[in-house]
């Protein structure tokens, strides 16, 4: 597994969900100290994860400021503030880092076929046993206009 | 002809997504159902007819190419069209789509204008109001 390359692709497909399908604008920062979300540890930030198989296996996660999600929902279905459910947001979440993922693969390497499992919310003490398991990771910060997210693939 | 189509897919804002952007894609549509999984989409095309079905390909218990499937299985539903919705983009995966049943595929994520002529080329809606015979171009791959 080249790791650059799948970060260059992850980078893009980010760019390519995030700002086409939710007009999202976005950089990467860079950081020798990136790998810190803030509020993780609480129920501040929801954490999705989506298991792949494939040339290689692992799972992605994204690490999402629960009220960016709540605006991306808002944004994404165009429904008003009052009428969004905690529903359309866990699922606009898991829609999110099932295009993110499908799409990263697609510009890694299109012609590998990567099978996605079934996009799952999971707490921060899952996330910290699912890590230690990891042979390989990427952790990609993602700095929005008012927020910041984060995208990390852990490979067996 | 306006044209009556189920959307398919477990996620709701995705169903709500792909629901609007039909809407406002200017593609004929009479009426605009949806179902959040392949069992209670059989369920609904064993009930009424519809002209077309958009499907996402990755869904818990029956995924998309397992509705085209048992749709395959049934005379009545085997001849509508099937448009399979995908974050996955490999080659071969995109000629099994094809191989199986489905009549063409839209990748995610999608601009608006890409739905609004797939549709309108799956329904032979096109420009010069003809449609290709060849389903699976590469060059339709928007």
């Keep these: 597994m080249e790791k650059e390359a799948l970060t260059k692709a992850m980078k893009s497909s980010i760019s390519e969900v995030l700002e086409k399908m939710f007009y999202l604008p976005l950089d990467f920062p860079e950081s020798k100290n990136e790998k810190e979300i803030p509020n993780l540890k609480t129920d501040k930030t929801i954490i999705s994860r989506i298991k792949f198989s494939g040339p290689f296996s692992g799972y992605l996660l994204l690490y999402i400021p629960r009220e960016l999600a709540e605006s991306l929902t808002i944004s994404f279905m165009g429904i008003d503030e009052d009428n969004i459910s905690q529903d359309y947001v866990t699922s606009t979440v898991k829609e999110i880092i099932n295009m993110i993922t499908g799409n990263a693969f697609r510009n890694f390497d299109d012609q590998a076929v990567f099978d996605l499992g079934i996009p799952e919310l999971i707490n921060f003490d899952d996330m910290i046993r699912e890590n230690s398991k990891s042979e390989e990771e990427i952790f990609i910060s993602i700095n929005t206009m008012e927020s910041r997210m984060a995208l990390q693939a852990i490979i067996y | ?142």
């Design chain 2, 1 to 142: 002809m306006a044209y009556k189509i189920l959307v398919v897919d477990d996620s709701l804002p995705m169903r709500s997504v792909i629901k609007k952007t039909i809407m406002a894609s200017g593609f004929n549509v009479g009426e605009l159902l949806d179902a959040s999984s392949g069992k209670e989409a059989l369920t609904i095309l064993k009930d009424e007819w519809f002209d077309l079905v958009l499907t996402d390909y990755n869904m818990p218990d029956m995924n998309g190419l397992e509705l085209i499937a048992e749709m395959k299985k049934d005379d009545l539903l085997k001849d509508i069209p099937v448009v399979v919705i995908t974050t996955e983009g490999s080659k071969q995966r995109m000629d099994e789509f094809i191989e199986k049943g489905a009549e063409g595929y839209i990748k995610k994520p999608f601009p608006p204008e890409e739905i609004r002529n797939k549709l309108k080329f799956i329904m032979g809606d096109t420009e010069d109001g003809e449609r290709s015979p060849d389903k699976g171009d590469e060059e339709l791959d928007f």
